[in-house]
């Protein structure tokens, strides 16, 4: 089992800036593949950022938001800055491609998420 544990989320003023953590455990060989999604209420969940062999953010958060992985400790982060109300939501960290022991095939693993709420 791989267990991935968020934080870092809250409530901040539009304008202000969060920094979430993700770090994952558990029993796994690699981590091919670690990003960032979110779902807001009514809304479907949807991509934020993830690191593959580069890095890739969505339209609404470019030049606002920064992924950063650490593959030593297995982490990956997303720092917001310009926080717009617009991006309160769950967010949800994925580590994909990931080999465990007895199934080299990869898997997919979610965490329970970290609410951030952007509001005056």
């Known amino acids: 089992q791989v267990q991935l544990v968020e934080s870092g989320g809250g409530l901040v003023l539009p304008g202000g800036s969060l920094r979430l953590a993700c770090v994952a455990s558990?029993?796994?060989?690699?981590?091919?593949?670690m990003g960032w999604y979110r779902q807001a209420p009514g809304k479907q969940r949807e991509l934020v950022a993830t690191?593959?062999?580069?890095?890739r953010y969505a339209d609404s958060v470019k030049g606002r938001f920064t992924i950063f992985r650490d593959y030593v400790k297995n982490a990956v982060y997303l720092q917001m800055n310009s926080l717009k109300p617009e991006d309160t939501a769950v967010y949800y960290c994925n580590a994909d491609q990931v080999l465990v022991p007895g199934n080299l095939v990869g898997t997919n693993y979610w965490g329970k998420g970290t609410l951030v709420t952007v509001s005056s």
């Open positions: 558990g029993s796994f060989f690699t981590i091919g593949t």
């Open positions: 690191i593959i062999s580069d890095v």
